[in-house]
């Protein structure tokens, strides 16, 4: 009722959940009663977070940190270990094929990252460095407030052959510092951006982190 979600996806889910003892069908099981008209009941203490559904073999529990087989019900033991990439993509505060999908986008250019631990902490120290160049593009864009001065910086940029022309570090960091959903930057364009904040930083001085990015 307060999602779109179809009815044939909502059994399935459903279904998972029995599997794994966090609800129970209460209607009776026969051909007569509609799929739409099920009952179900909830048996153990749910978390306000949904339990997360990744493929065929695997339910976690971001509450509980908790993941389960869904052929046997069963919790998962340490020695098991079952959808790495799910967990650590939920520890990363991102969506749960985000892991997977890192490191498709990347496996060509770090051929010795190898365990999911490595490309985990290998994205995570990109997140930090991603978030800190966005917070210092910001204090660049409050410092070069007049559109001159912003311009006349990126064309030293452009002429330090950083970026093309210097409309793609004007309009960039416009809009980087713009956007409240923002995607985390391929690595080559992280450094050139990185590159450009070390020229600011050269000709205006460093830029001191906030509370929250130190």
Same mark, same amino acid.
């Given at each position: 009722?307060?999602?779109q979600i179809s009815d044939s996806a909502l059994d399935k889910y459903l279904r998972k959940l029995v599997k794994v003892g966090y609800i129970e069908r209460t209607t009776t099981n026969t051909s007569s009663v509609k799929r739409v008209d099920s009952e179900y009941r909830?048996? #153990? %203490?749910l978390g306000v977070?949904?339990?997360?559904?990744?493929? #065929? %073999?695997?339910l976690y529990d971001p509450n509980t940190k908790l993941q389960y087989s869904l052929k046997t019900g069963e919790i998962l033991s340490d020695k098991e270990r079952g959808n790495q990439c799910l967990i650590y993509s939920l520890s990363l505060g991102k969506e749960y094929n985000f892991l997977a999908g890192f490191k498709n986008r990347y496996k060509d250019v770090h051929p010795e990252l190898v365990s999911v631990e490595d490309w985990?902490?290998?994205?995570?120290?990109?997140?930090?460095r991603n978030d800190i160049l966005v917070y210092k593009l910001k204090e660049i864009k409050k410092s070069l407030g007049k559109t001159r001065d912003l311009r006349a910086f990126s064309r030293k940029l452009a002429d330090m052959g950083i970026f093309n022309t210097y409309e793609v570090f004007e309009s960039g960091i416009r809009r980087m510092t713009a956007d409240k959903e923002r995607m985390l930057m391929h690595?080559?364009?992280?450094k050139k951006y990185e590159s450009a904040v070390a020229v600011y930083e050269e000709l205006y001085g460093s830029i001191i982190l906030g509370k929250e990015m130190a």
């Open positions: 009722m307060i999602i909830v048996i #153990t %203490k977070v949904a339990p997360v559904i990744n493929d #065929t %073999k695997y985990y902490e290998h994205a995570k120290k990109l997140i930090k690595e080559d364009i992280l």
